[in-house]
């Protein structure tokens, strides 16, 4: 039995990964949250693998304010850095994988192509800086068999993000403004939850492969906005905006879009148009609703 221990399992994507655990019976769970584990402690992390035998170790857990993170930048590090390098370090340790997720904010959107794994970061605020960071421990440390995951604009039907809140808003407003110079790629996060899952126990390698996953095609946040309210039926309207009529903390890439040919290739994974995971999601979330 492969024990896999998901770390930051009350986020979007842990969330994503507990929906499906049925669908993978083979696999062993624990699911902890920053209460029942904090990655800031190695020696927290040390025990809890050794006590429950754990094979896989899927980190989720992540300082994902990017505007706090321009004036809190040292707890941004301490999650995004300090913790994956206990993670690896504990990994690398005990003979066992680490599955991590990282970011297309690691780049500074200025290239005008898709980045592929072999682009140099360059990021633009500290949220990604830190993210950097985490990745750059990682692939010093090297745990084998060990994967990096960077992915873009995550949603999902659990948890808080760009197309819940799309969704509140069209209930409060009879039109919203969006930005429509920033782009990149909305990624369904359950989409991602299943690509780890299938692909957990088959890669067999010497330290950390590095991939980028996100959905298919690209648009911006304001093309982004347009859509949810297109699925959703809202009569909502959707107006363009220049990024600078916001006054922000962070710098954001103008174009972080990913290039995911490297994961289709080499693990056979086949992905979603971000529309077509759209519509799913909204479907997760009409149901969330009337359990509630």
């Given amino acids: 039995m492969n024990n896999i221990l998901v770390v930051g399992s009350e986020g979007q994507l842990g969330s994503e990964i507990y929906s499906l655990k049925d669908e993978f019976p083979q696999f062993n769970y624990f699911f902890v949250s920053k209460n029942e584990l ?141 930005v429509n110079d920033q782009f990149g790629t909305p990624t369904y996060a359950k989409d991602l939850a299943k690509c780890i899952l299938e692909n957990i126990v088959n890669t067999k390698h010497t330290g950390v492969k590095l991939y980028h996953f996100s959905n298919e095609g690209s648009c911006s946040w304001f093309g982004f906005a347009a859509e949810i309210m297109k699925i959703s039926g809202s009569n909502c309207r959707v107006l363009p905006v220049a990024s600078t009529a916001y006054k922000t903390k962070a710098v954001r890439p103008k174009r972080s879009v990913l290039n995911t040919s490297l994961i289709k290739k080499e693990l056979g994974v086949s992905i979603n148009d971000w529309q077509k995971s759209l519509k799913e999601c909204l479907v997760e979330i009409k149901k969330h609703k009337k359990k509630v």
């Fill in 38 to 178: 904090d990655i800031i402690e190695k020696e927290q992390i040390s025990k809890f693998v050794s006590l429950n035998s754990v094979n896989t170790i899927v980190n989720c857990a992540a300082y994902t304010n990017v505007e706090m993170a321009e004036e809190n930048s040292s707890q941004a590090d301490l999650v995004n850095y300090i913790g994956v390098k206990n993670l690896g370090e504990v990994s690398k340790e005990n003979g066992i994988s680490l599955w991590h997720l990282s970011t297309d904010y690691v780049f500074d959107g200025d290239s005008g192509k898709d980045y592929s794994e072999n682009a140099i970061p360059n990021p633009i605020n500290a949220y990604g800086v830190s993210k950097l960071k985490g990745e750059q421990v990682l692939l010093e440390i090297a745990p084998d068999n060990s994967v990096i995951i960077r992915t873009s604009w995550l949603y999902s039907s659990f948890g808080s993000n760009f197309c819940k809140t799309m969704l509140r808003l069209s209930k409060e407003k009879e039109s919203i403004t969006v």
